[in-house]
């Protein structure tokens, strides 16, 4: 499926923190591609805010060396004409008239404020959106995660927020949500009959969710060694995975529907606190070792802080109180320096009850559905077939494997291709409810209070290893192991 080529109302999508990584590497490459399939109407705006001495001239130069690779220079040339840049500081005032003047030369656009900011900016920069009277009309604003650091400070930032904008006018953004593949798990789930009727505890044996990456902190390190994996993964990406793969269906797939259904799985998740962290959670962090071939710093070395005691790498089992999954682990692992990069939620059905194959034909294997996020998104179902050919019956486990790029002929957009526009759309369905950021810090929180009443270290694992063995015994003292291979 590829993404429609239907026009949106004319916009005007202001990013705060406009030269940073995220723009620069995410949010403008999307917008280009975008634009390049026809959907962004030629009256449209892009604004970068940030506090460089920059003009327009010099923030256009800076995005064609981002973007040139991406198509011909006389489409981007049309492209950053489009394109245009405001210096200004979120905590001063110098600035913010001419940019309310230039936002107000266009009073029917709507208007997107996407704050892709530290969180402690979040604040500051919608007080001044409010003060200007930018929030009103067609006005919305995007918040990056994470939002906070724990339910306290989420809910200060949220409070804040919504002293300016209206909750159906905030848009709480996590990117996994808009990957082909996870959009494909409800269609997988709810239009085909083969799947729903086996979705439950009575037929499935556990769910892994992976999310690996090789890459070190680079220069998040600062950010990085205030959040750690915890809060920058497993808080918001790895539970709405979670959520999506877990929720009852909803009456429609209008926003409420789809939110409500993951907000009742995010209330039913046990509790993991400092009566039973130490053995349903690892927490690790990399050392020295070999990522992609090359021998790599360890996270203290690369942070410049050999007492850090932030995790890089963290593995849990959750489980869901509720009906349908009761006594189904989900297995949840994610870190740095991993050996590849790789997103992927793994479904695991339940062994067929007696085999009524002779020894020497084989090992009968669980069935499991595998869905690749990243980085070649797709489909595999994994089944039990007889070997072609005489000399008897011999068991092969084999996949179905679907992959959507060659399936369509397609290279899949990136999430934030479809993200950007469903804000300018107005539709929230892929996009965090305030409620439900709640009912996740809820149940991190006490993850993290345990860990640090504890006072253990995270335990070190090598570069380029799937984290410390304690992740490992994890999930093998259940008698299972994590999918890190072909099958």
Request: include cysteine; charge should be negative; proline fraction near 6%.
């Amino acid at each position: 499926m590829t993404a429609s080529s239907q026009l949106v109302e004319p916009f005007d999508l202001v990013i705060f923190g406009g030269t940073g990584d995220l723009a620069v590497r995410k949010l403008l490459p999307a917008l280009f591609h975008r634009f390049l399939d026809g959907q962004i109407p030629a009256s449209s705006r892009i604004i970068g805010i940030a506090r460089e001495a920059l003009d327009d001239a010099g923030y256009r130069a800076l995005l064609r060396e981002a973007l040139v690779s991406i198509c011909d220079a006389a489409k981007l040339d049309v492209f950053l004409q489009q394109v245009f840049y405001r210096p200004l500081d979120a905590r001063k005032d110098d600035g913010w008239d001419d940019f309310a003047g230039f936002i107000g030369a266009q009073p029917d656009h709507i208007r997107v404020f996407y704050l892709s900011t530290s969180p402690e900016l979040f604040v500051d920069i919608c007080a001044r959106l409010g003060h200007y009277g930018l929030n009103q009309g067609k006005s919305r604003v995007v918040l990056e995660k994470p939002i906070g650091r724990d339910l306290d400070s989420a809910n200060q930032i949220n409070d804040a927020v919504g002293k300016v904008f209206s909750e159906s006018q905030t848009f709480r953004i996590d990117h996994y949500l808009g990957k082909e593949t996870v959009q494909n798990l409800l269609v997988l789930r709810f239009g085909n009959a083969l799947f729903e009727p086996l979705w439950n505890a009575g037929h499935i044996d556990h769910v892994q969710i992976t999310v690996g990456e090789t890459l070190g902190v680079g220069h998040r390190g600062a950010y990085y060694d205030r959040a750690g994996a915890l809060r920058d993964m497993v808080q918001n990406h790895m539970l709405q995975l979670l959520c999506m793969v877990a929720m009852e269906p909803p009456s429609s797939l209008a926003p409420d529907a789809v939110r409500d259904e993951k907000l009742k799985v995010l209330h039913s998740l046990k509790p993991i606190d400092d009566s039973n962290a130490s053995q349903l959670t690892v927490r690790g962090q990399y050392r020295v070792g070999v990522a992609e071939g090359a021998s790599v710093p360890g996270y203290p070395d690369e942070l410049g802080n050999t007492k850090s005691n932030t995790e890089t790498f963290v593995a849990l089992k959750a489980e869901i109180a509720n009906w349908r999954w009761a006594g189904v682990p989900f297995y949840l692992r994610t870190g740095k320096r991993l050996p590849s990069r790789v997103s992927e939620i793994v479904v695991t059905f339940k062994p067929v009850p007696h085999s009524i194959f002779h020894a020497d034909a084989g090992t009968l294997k669980q069935n499991r559905l595998v869905l690749r996020l990243q980085p070649d998104e797709g489909v595999k179902l994994w089944l039990t077939i007889k070997h072609p050919g005489p000399g008897g019956l011999r068991l092969r486990h084999v996949p179905l494997d679907m992959s959507f790029a060659e399936a369509f002929g397609v290279q899949q957009p990136d999430a934030y291709e479809r993200l950007l526009l469903d804000v300018v759309r107005g539709n929230p369905t892929l996009f965090m409810r305030r409620d439900e950021v709640e009912a996740a810090w809820r149940w991190a929180g006490p993850i993290l209070a345990a860990w640090t009443a504890g006072g253990e270290a995270p335990r070190p694992y090598a570069a380029g290893s799937w984290g410390p063995s304690a992740a490992v015994a994890l999930i093998e003292r259940d008698g299972r192991t994590w999918n890190e291979d072909s099958e």
